[in-house]
């Protein structure tokens, strides 16, 4: 399978919470991220997490790593219709020598009113 | 204002025509790169640099040139452009690639079409 993989989209309501899943294959990944890209624009960091931890609240965003499992997710609390976008998961992977940040395929958030 | 700027923001060409989106930041990064964003795909890396002269290939490098003649510019080149490289560029850059925490930080990007 691919290296980062999430599922490519996600539909809620608004005032609902919107849980993006993303799993990633290198378990040496010690940094991994949310990246958030707006309609017509480039990515922007949204939160991160190092990997000795496995819960990261940020106001309506907590990010939880399950180590073991190599998965990660992304819950948006109350989600508003800003919050659409297409969020992408993103970890450092190995290969051969060299080490990549290597993002998933991006999961497009639709926010229904 | 800490930023990665794209030039052109939208291209329209014809097969064959060389042309080149230019990147800048300014931030002293040492790490640059490219990718390249289809619907479905997520972003696939073109090429990299870790620094100056220092460049390598990413996982979709044919058809792409690039240079790091300088710290904050790494153009992309379209020697002969070919319609399967109509797509959404992203040009991004951080202080250093491969080490735990990457922050990377994206420019606007340039959307390209070739007819």
């Known amino acids: 399978g691919e290296d980062v993989e999430q599922s490519l989209f996600l539909s809620v309501r608004e005032g609902d919470s919107s849980v993006i899943n993303c799993t990633y294959t290198?378990?040496?990944?010690?940094?991994l991220y949310w990246y958030k890209q707006e309609p017509g624009a480039g990515l922007q960091l949204l939160t991160y997490?190092?990997?000795?931890?496995d819960m990261k609240q940020d106001q309506r965003l907590t990010v939880l790593l399950n180590k073991k499992d190599k998965h990660l997710s992304l819950r948006i609390a109350d989600t508003q219709t800003g919050d659409s976008a297409i969020y992408f998961c993103?970890?450092?992977?190995?290969?051969?020598?060299?080490?990549?940040?290597?993002f998933g395929s991006g999961t497009q958030l639709t926010v229904l009113p | 204002e800490a930023q990665v700027t794209q030039n052109p923001r939208y291209l329209i060409t014809v097969t064959g025509k060389k042309l080149t989106v230019t990147c800048s930041q300014n931030m002293n990064h040492e790490y640059m790169s490219w990718y390249r964003q289809d619907p479905g795909l997520g972003l696939r890396q073109i090429y990299y640099?870790?620094?100056?002269?220092?460049?390598d290939k990413g996982d979709v490098p044919e058809g792409y040139k690039v240079s790091r003649k300088e710290k904050r510019n790494f153009p992309l080149i379209l020697e002969s452009p070919s319609p399967n490289q109509t797509s959404l560029y992203f040009c991004a850059s951080s202080l250093f690639s491969g080490r735990a925490k990457n922050i990377q930080y994206f420019g606007a990007g340039t959307r390209l079409s070739v007819l």
């Open positions: 290198d378990s040496s990944s010690t940094y």
């Open positions: 640099s870790m620094n100056v002269e220092v460049t």
């Open positions: 997490i190092f990997s000795n931890m």
């Open positions: 993103a970890a450092v992977i190995s290969s051969g020598s060299a080490r990549q940040l290597t």
